[in-house]
């Protein structure tokens, strides 16, 4: 069994910044993409970034330029540090991975228990 657990938001002031924090656990064999999305109420969730397992980067453009994701692929853990905030940023944060699991021949999406970000104005 695989688990992802996310951590490390809360509420910061517009400008400000945050670090989240990933990681996943269990009978992991590999990782390939490991990824951030987030979801505002009233919204769909949305991709905000993602890594693959050599490191080639994506993020919506809304994000680029303040947001960088990165990954430690010996700890299974990605992590989203997040600068300049912006009320808009405020949603749940949900990290995800394409696990090949022990004694499995392929990749599945697991997904973290989300983490919600605050950005007062």
């Known amino acids: 069994q695989v688990q992802l657990v996310g951590s490390g938001g809360g509420l910061v002031q517009a400008g400000g910044s945050l670090r989240l924090s990933c990681a996943a656990s269990g009978s992991i064999l590999s990782i390939n993409t490991m990824g951030w999305y987030r979801q505002a109420p009233g919204n769909q969730r949305e991709l905000v970034a993602r890594?693959?397992?050599?490191?080639?980067?994506d993020y919506v453009d809304s994000v680029k330029c303040r947001f960088t994701i990165s990954r430690d692929n010996a700890k299974n853990t990605v992590y989203l540090q997040m600068n300049s905030l912006k009320p808009e940023d405020t949603a749940v944060y949900y990290c995800n991975a394409d696990v090949r699991a022990r004694y499995t021949f392929t990749f599945t999406t697991y997904w973290g228990q989300g983490t919600q970000v605050t950005v007062s104005s």
């Open positions: 890594i693959t397992i050599g490191g080639a980067t």
